[in-house]
């Protein structure tokens, strides 16, 4: 791969906008069916079902987002800030698995560094991707451990006998 370093942020943008959690793509997890690994993942975020409802209820990815992102802390799940992580790796590989384009999309990149390339700069951006450089970027982390995986995976002789 040419490339070094891939930067997506917008779901609508080509070709890597599909790695975006707002990009509208159903996924199954946990045996439910939800519009975009945003509202996979948002779902394990609320206490209580009302609340879990009220947020996946919102008419976009990004404002079921932004709904979860509101959340009173006595409405979040116990734990979450543990748990959080290990569910967006959950979501991601039911998202690139389910979906074949998808999963040959992510390993074409190759070896290249994937970044969320946020263009707001606020604690959550700075967490999930980089805004002018600074930033945890773990969408991007989970999505290069995901990639080596289904490498990993794809290359195992037992994979290549079934």
Do not use: C
């Not at 779902?43 to 987002?65: H, I, M, Y």
């Amino acid at each position: 791969m040419a490339e070094d370093e891939i930067r997506f942020y917008r779901a609508s943008e080509k070709p890597y906008g599909a790695f975006s959690n707002l990009y509208r793509r159903a996924v199954e997890f946990e045996g439910e069916t939800f519009a975009t690994s945003e509202h996979a993942y948002q779902a394990g975020k609320a206490r209580k079902p009302e609340v879990r409802d009220w947020v996946l209820s919102a008419p976009s990815p990004a404002l079921v987002a932004m709904a979860a992102h509101g959340l009173y802390y006595w409405d979040i799940a116990p734990g979450w800030s543990r748990t959080k992580f290990d569910r967006m790796r959950g979501v991601l590989r039911a998202k690139f698995t389910q979906h074949e384009d998808l999963k040959e999309m992510l390993l074409a990149t190759g070896d290249a560094r994937l970044v969320e390339s946020a263009t707001v700069d606020n604690e959550v951006n700075r967490l999930w991707g980089e805004v002018n450089g600074e930033g945890r970027n773990m969408l991007g982390q989970l999505l290069m451990e995901l990639r080596a995986s289904l490498r990993e995976e794809a290359s195992s002789p037992t994979r290549r006998a079934a």
